[in-house]
């Protein structure tokens, strides 16, 4: 079954660290490049990142650079986000996405061919 399955979601405090995970099954994520989406019910859905398929290229958002990290490991077919310094305005339903490459990510949804089933994180005290 060719899918992504998202993991590392949770409650935690604000200020805390949470490393969410992305894995690929049924197809290799070597040539696929992933980007990260987020959610609030009732609220537009917002991407903050990319990383490419071999992971020398990064793109994140204001609203997360320098507390986000994204990174891949091809050989376990699983991309990671490392989230620092979390915040209550980050808690959503956290999505990953591939798609051939980086450009344009934020715009061209059509492009994204498999999706996660999303995992919460929660940040309050």
Request: aromatic share 14%; glycine share 12%.
């Amino acid at each position: 079954q060719v899918q992504l399955v998202e993991s590392g979601g949770g409650l935690l405090q604000p200020g805390g660290s949470l490393r969410l995970s992305c894995a690929a099954s049924g197809f290799s994520l070597d040539y696929y490049a992933i980007a990260w989406f987020r959610q609030v019910p009732g609220k537009e859905g917002e991407g903050f990142g990319c990383i490419s398929s071999r992971g020398g290229t990064t793109y994140y958002t204001e609203s997360v650079k320098g507390r986000f990290t994204m990174s891949r490991d091809n050989a376990k077919n699983t991309v990671y986000l490392q989230m620092n310094s979390l915040k209550p305005e980050d808690t959503a339903v956290y999505y990953c996405a591939s798609r051939s490459w980086c450009l344009n990510w934020e715009k061209n949804i059509y492009e994204y061919n498999y999706w996660g089933q999303g995992t919460q994180v929660t940040v309050s005290s």
